[in-house]
């Protein structure tokens, strides 16, 4: 089945210690999405990717960085995590920016920080 | 500024009674509003788009511009339907990003 597969589901790493999360889909879609989702919060978009054309938001950390290197895979980095950093990371994708389809999301990786 | 709510964190229904998860939003301009839905160990799943005016598993949603709100609604809940529902927006005004609500837990009791 065409979807959004993001590894690992869950995630522990270090106060500090750089961290990846991966994530790829089958759907050929151009847009790539992150975000951040809290307990009991709102999901946050981080950045996403339109092609290879990279967009921030404006509040994002600088300590959160992404890499599409194909169309396929999309990484998040977080160059130190800090406890604040714990969170659901949900990758999503979309056919088109404003795609009226909506999106398809990945089943998400828990990140602890210990 | 582009806002989503959802005033219910938590509501609770026995089954077969009606069903109201409220959504109001904040938008200069013409958004698209979408319902998705996450069941317990699963990934969040589109429900709905007001755009298509459909009905899915017995979930319907009006967009009502002037009270801006697109509350969805099911007639009679069943224990399936227990799960979280995020409502959500896109418009051009923020490059067609998706802005979503705090979400509401819905809890349907045998």
């Known amino acids: 089945d065409a979807m959004v597969i993001q590894n690992p589901r869950y995630q522990v790493t270090q106060f500090g210690k750089p961290v990846t999360l991966s994530c790829s889909q089958t759907?050929?879609?151009?847009?790539m999405y992150w975000y951040q989702q809290k307990s009991s919060q709102a999901p946050k978009l981080l950045f996403h990717?339109?092609?290879?054309?990279?967009?921030n938001e404006a509040d994002t950390p600088d300590n959160f960085q992404s890499r599409r290197p194909n169309t396929s895979f999309c990484f998040l980095d977080i160059r130190s995590p800090g406890l604040g950093d714990a969170a659901m990371y949900l990758c999503?994708?979309?056919?088109?920016?404003?795609?009226?389809?909506?999106?398809?999301f990945g089943s998400g990786t828990r990140l602890t920080v210990v | 500024a582009q806002r989503v709510t959802q005033p219910e964190k938590l509501l609770s229904v026995f089954k077969g009674a009606p069903v109201e998860l409220k959504c109001n939003y904040s938008?200069?301009?013409?958004?698209?509003l979408f319902w998705y839905v996450q069941y317990s160990r699963q990934r969040l799943q589109l429900l709905l788009r007001?755009?298509s005016r459909e009905s899915i598993k017995g979930f319907t949603a009006d967009l009502n511009k002037g009270e801006t709100s697109f509350h969805l609604k099911k007639p009679f809940a069943q224990e399936e339907d227990s799960a979280m529902y995020y409502c959500?927006?896109?418009?051009?005004?923020?490059?067609?990003?998706?802005?979503f609500g705090q979400g509401t837990e819905l809890s349907v009791k045998p």
């Open positions: 999503a994708t979309s056919r088109e920016q404003g795609d009226i389809r909506g999106y398809t």
């Open positions: 759907l050929n879609h151009n847009v």
């Open positions: 990717y339109y092609d290879k054309d990279f967009n």
């Open positions: 938008y200069s301009g013409s958004p698209e």
């Open positions: 007001h755009i």
């Open positions: 959500a927006l896109s418009g051009y005004n923020q490059g067609g990003k998706l802005i």
